[in-house]
């Protein structure tokens, strides 16, 4: 019949019910530590654990014991602002890779809803490691929000020359304070082009990833509410633990700790991933 010997002799694995219990209760505790976490995240963290399961196995646990993630639609609150006076720079990073750490920044500005009205933050990654490496909150759009992210930045990262500065075109990104800082730290400064939502899209994903793992999970009532949950949640959980699945599912931190490895600092003079390089500059959230 020219059928394998092997599938002849083939018999199912009987299900161990004390092992899908143990594998359950895991996923549970992972759901609930990630609450937005999806079916081929929560695989790849057991994966991570010594866990040996297929994600089909727990795609059909999480939907028979209702652990999917359902996404909340979102309140549009428009932050940028493109009708200025000032510079517009070309666009430097279309269909650009970065291959090493500290290449090229990309930086962003989103809403917090809060009782009174609205919180803001701006936020700066390197688009090699998808890191958060600096971060501002505040109560307007002046531009000391952005300044403040990228003071943090730059003091904890001592950025080379030529390092990409990326970001939409408002305005507190193309005035002249923010601008003198890049100029004086030699970046090269790079905007999103006119209408295009895609340009600045890794800065937009952690901008959605925050809001649909943290903000909308929480009710944020102050100001104070907002950066007691907000900074841990970047520093803690974003950085240190989230599995980021274009940097080959691992967390940040980790992703840059292997690079420095493969890599050491005579390539990368410019890495480190902790602490404040300069001494005389202390930011903001050191010690929260």
């Known amino acids: 019949m020219k059928m394998p010997r092997s599938t002849y002799y083939y018999r199912a694995k009987e299900k161990d019910p004390e092992w899908e219990k143990r594998l359950l209760a895991r996923i549970e505790e992972i759901v609930i530590e990630f609450p937005k976490y999806g079916y081929r995240r929560v695989t790849k963290q057991l994966h991570r654990e010594g866990w040996t399961v297929n994600r089909k196995v727990v795609l059909n646990l999480m939907r028979e014991h209702g652990l999917l993630c359902k996404r909340k639609r979102k309140f549009v609150v428009h932050t940028t602002d493109s009708n200025h006076p000032y510079p517009i720079y070309p666009n430097l990073v279309k269909g650009f890779v970065a291959a090493k750490i500290n290449e090229v920044w990309v930086s962003d500005i989103t809403y917090i809803r809060i009782s009174t009205g609205f919180v803001y933050l701006a936020v700066i990654l390197d688009l090699f490691s998808r890191k958060a490496i600096g971060w501002e ?25 030529g390092c990409i500065h990326h970001s939409d075109r408002g305005v507190q990104y193309a005035a002249h304070d923010y601008v003198d800082i890049l100029k004086a730290h030699k970046f090269r400064i790079s905007m999103s082009d006119k209408g295009n939502p895609y340009d600045n899209a890794f800065a937009e994903s952690f901008m959605k990833t925050l809001k649909y793992e943290e903000v909308y999970l929480s009710d944020y009532q102050t100001y104070a509410d907002v950066v007691r949950n907000i900074v841990p949640f970047i520093r803690d959980v974003y950085n240190a633990k989230r599995l980021h699945s274009s940097i080959g599912y691992v967390p940040p931190d980790e992703f840059e700790s292997r690079q420095l490895k493969e890599n050491p600092p005579a390539a990368f003079p410019m890495v480190p991933t902790e602490g404040n390089l300069n001494p005389r500059v202390e930011h903001p959230w050191a010690g929260i």
């Open 137 to 161: 909150v505040s109560t307007t759009l002046e531009r000391t929000l952005t300044i403040g992210a990228l003071n943090m930045a730059i003091a904890d990262r001592n950025p080379p020359q």
